[in-house]
């Protein structure tokens, strides 16, 4: 499988600069972890958990008939003050995906979840894509992210899932964890282990902005 796990900067420069990739360092460093795929029974809360263990905030961009089916754990996400988001309504590949459709998968997702912020399923969206929501969500803010976990790729190790964010991560960076069951067995390692480091640098662990 083959994917960066670290972004090429000239793919946020060049290609799609109207997209969020990373959120510019301040004098208080923090990073940016995101969960996509929820929200699901069992592993949702273990990451609520392990988050409220360091005192950390984190955005999760949540797959609308996702929410539809589990809205208590939805209710455990907002409740404990993390930022939600948009993720479809299907786990949509938007290269896959005529721009009418997906648009419309959007919105019926919007249905269940209150947010301005948008995270294309597989990073994949088209120019046009981007380019309707945008115009006709101005106040909506399309997040990637600067460090790819790969807790998704069933053919690495949780140890090897675990060294592609501490090996990557830095102030500023979006790092993207899925709360989902084909994530799980390298995710559950990795979290824990990522949340550590982080509080020992004494970098700030935030939600996306809205």
Same mark, same amino acid.
């Given at each position: ?5 670290? %972004? /090429?900067?000239?793919?946020? +420069? ?5 997209? %969020?990739?990373?959120? &510019? ?7 940016? *972890?995101?969960?996509?795929?929820? #929200?699901? #029974? $069992?592993? $949702?809360?273990? @990451? *609520? ?17 996702? @929410? ?19 993720? %479809? ?9 005529? $721009? ?15 947010? +301005?912020?948008?995270? #294309? ?5 088209? +120019?046009?894509?981007?380019?309707? *929501?945008?115009?006709?969500? /101005? ?7 600067? @460090? ?22 830095? #102030?500023?960076?979006?790092? @993207? ?7 799980? /067995? +390298?995710?559950?390692?990795?979290? &824990? ?11 700030? *662990?935030?939600?996306? &902005?809205?």
């Amino acid at each position: 499988m083959a994917y960066a796990v670290k %972004t /090429p900067w000239w793919l946020s +420069r060049f290609v799609y600069p109207r997209l %969020t990739w990373n959120i &510019p360092a301040t004098d208080t460093p923090a990073v940016y *972890l995101t969960f996509d795929d929820g #929200p699901h #029974p $069992t592993i $949702t809360p273990f @990451v *609520l958990q392990q988050l409220k263990q360091y005192d950390a905030k984190a955005t999760f961009f949540c797959i609308g008939k996702n @929410v539809a089916d589990h809205p208590d754990i939805y209710k455990q996400i907002l409740e404990a003050q993390h930022t939600v988001g948009n993720h %479809t309504h299907n786990h949509l590949n938007g290269w896959h995906t005529k $721009t009418d459709a997906y648009i419309t998968n959007v919105q019926q997702a919007a249905k269940h979840i209150n947010s +301005r912020l948008f995270r #294309p399923p597989y990073g994949r969206i088209k +120019r046009s894509q981007a380019g309707r *929501l945008l115009q006709a969500h /101005p106040q909506w803010h399309i997040y990637m992210w600067d @460090v790819l976990s790969g807790d998704f790729d069933t053919g690495i190790t949780a140890e090897r899932c675990t060294e592609n964010v501490l090996n990557n991560i830095q #102030p500023g960076s979006i790092v @993207v964890f899925h709360d989902s069951e084909k994530a799980w /067995p +390298r995710m559950q390692h990795a979290l &824990p282990a990522v949340l550590a480091y982080c509080k020992q640098q004494n970098w700030q *662990l935030k939600a996306l &902005p809205q």
